[in-house]
């Protein structure tokens, strides 16, 4: 018995989904927590988080590819999830939905990285 497969590339948006995912549970509470507690309360200096310095970082190739990675994993994981939920909110998911929901990440990919690439 001859099974035929269809071939498709879902598998690539639920690994951005899986990394985005992990990365959102691994980094994003240390994120918000940096931001949005430790330096208003002063528990790390703000100096650490100016314009400066944080131009600074991006200026290495770590720093831009460690923003780049936040910043489009977070993306893909987030309209990933939008497009899979909007079957709950009574919205067909078909082609156009597929479109414009992957579109608008990859749109935000090429953004992020022409941002941090003209970073001098």
Known sequence: MKVNLKRTNEPIFW?????????SALVGAMLVFITCFAVPLGILPAEAFSYASMHGFTQYFMGKAFLFAIIV??????????FHSLHDVG????????????GLAFMGTVATAGALLAMV
């Open 15 to 23: 690994l951005l989904f899986g990394a985005g995912g992990m990365l």
């Open 73 to 82: 994993l977070f993306l893909w994981h987030a309209v990933h999830r939008i």
């Open 91 to 102: 919205i067909h998911a078909g082609p156009l939905a597929r479109w414009l929901c992957y």
